[in-house]
């Protein structure tokens, strides 16, 4: 029996079936290989780290003192009052904890509910790219047109290390008047760009001149190794027409939790409300409180997290140049971008194939953040996660290394 219907028929079309079934992940591709040849994963963005302790405890006490049925469709008032009391404090936005913050199975939920709930078919959605591959299923399952904008490599002429950007002018001319929603990813999965504010500001002026919604995804927004992050709603003009993202699972290295939130202006959580609420109703009892406890940790314990990270995003880039690739060095997040074109490796697809078995490290190509899978210029290009232990990171660096040296 053939079974189909108005998604399965838009998942088919935008490559998300194959031979009717759904097609795994590229992160689940690569898990299952660094499974099957016990490699080291550096492919998939999920930390070694526990949890701060004051965000671990504070989830067992919820746990023991009986927190573990449904919470409100909306998310426990404790959280929704940390995530604006959050907002206030780092940013200086302002939201009603009761009419402007929803709590969502995590970041993925909040940007499905949002898509589904404001994108008819024949809108136009723009992302950069490469871009998180959630977006693209999104788009294509509520209908939508994506329209993307490149990031850009160059090499740094000082350096010689590896730099992707955007271009305002690129950027501008992507809008028309069919565009519903522009889904701006800063700090950017998955290169660790920043969008800078002159980038910003663009998106901000067209949006408002084609009457579009900006959709943000700051999930690493306090994985920073610079500059701090700066939301596109606190540019003059958009705060009312942008729905704003984040999540406690990459900050707090609780990727299982699944504890994500939307803020954004009453009319638009409500329209978003229409969907979650029968995506998930709810979820992540205990770990709700939890994440208001982490919240409202002191500044410090952020300045902290990142800087650990940053110590490893170090490690690896600086093994990985020395090794022979040429490298980006991110400014936020989890990954880095490696270029094995230096290697003797066009085709990243290919390596990330072997990799596994040949030096016992998996890595992701970036042609699976590109449609499909054209990356052009980053064809030879590698994601790699440092939000592994330092341990982890030594052995795939010599690993590596090893293998480059059997190939010389």
């Known amino acids: 029996m053939e079974i189909t219907g108005p998604w399965t028929r838009a998942a088919a079309a935008a490559g998300l079936l194959k031979d009717g079934e759904a097609r795994p992940t590229v992160f689940a591709q690569m898990s299952a290989r660094a499974s099957a040849h016990g490699a080291l994963n550096l492919g998939q963005g999920y930390p070694d780290d526990s949890p701060p302790p004051a965000v671990a405890e504070a989830a067992v006490d919820a746990i023991r003192q009986g927190r573990n049925q449904y919470p409100p469709g909306a998310g426990e008032a404790v959280l929704r009052e940390a995530i604006a009391e959050h907002q206030a404090q780092w940013y200086g936005l302002r939201w009603d904890p ?115 919604l900006i959709v943000t995804d700051e999930v690493y927004e306090h994985l920073t190794f610079g500059p701090a992050h700066l939301p596109i709603a606190t540019l003059p003009g958009a705060q009312d027409r942008t729905i704003s993202i984040s999540s406690a699972g990459k900050t707090f290295a609780v990727t299982g939790w699944k504890i994500g939130w939307i803020t954004a202006r009453p009319e638009l959580v409500t329209a978003i409300t229409g969907v979650k609420q029968w995506l998930t109703y709810s979820s992540g009892a205990p770990f709700q409180p939890a994440v208001a406890a982490g919240l409202r940790l002191p500044t410090s314990v952020f300045h902290d997290l990142a800087a650990d990270l940053r110590s490893r995003r170090d490690l690896l880039t600086d093994g990985l140049r020395e090794i022979g690739f040429r490298v980006s060095v991110p400014e936020a997040g989890y990954f880095t971008v490696a270029d094995a074109g230096p290697l003797g490796e066009p085709d990243a697809v290919g390596l990330a194939e072997r990799l596994p078995s040949e030096a016992g490290v998996v890595a992701i190509p970036l042609s699976a953040f590109y449609r499909d899978g054209e990356a052009g210029e980053a064809s030879s290009f590698l994601r790699l996660a440092f939000c592994k232990s330092r341990p982890t990171i030594e052995r795939a660096l010599e690993q590596l290394d090893a293998w480059a040296a059997s190939r010389r």
Do not use: C, K
């Open 98 to 212: 009761a009419s402007e913050v929803l709590v969502t199975t995590g970041a993925t939920e909040a940007l499905a509910a949002t898509i589904l709930a404001l994108v008819e078919p024949g809108d136009e959605v723009i992302t950069l790219e490469p871009f998180y591959d959630q977006y693209a299923a999104m788009i294509a399952l509520a209908g939508g047109v994506h329209r993307t904008v490149p990031l850009v490599p160059r090499e740094d002429e000082t350096t010689g290390d590896l730099v992707l950007d955007v271009e305002e002018e690129a950027l501008r001319a992507a809008f028309s008047d069919r565009t519903r929603l522009v889904l701006v990813n800063t700090p950017h999965n998955p290169t660790g760009l920043m969008l800078w504010v002159g980038a910003l500001q663009a998106i901000v002026d067209e949006a408002a001149r084609h009457d579009a």
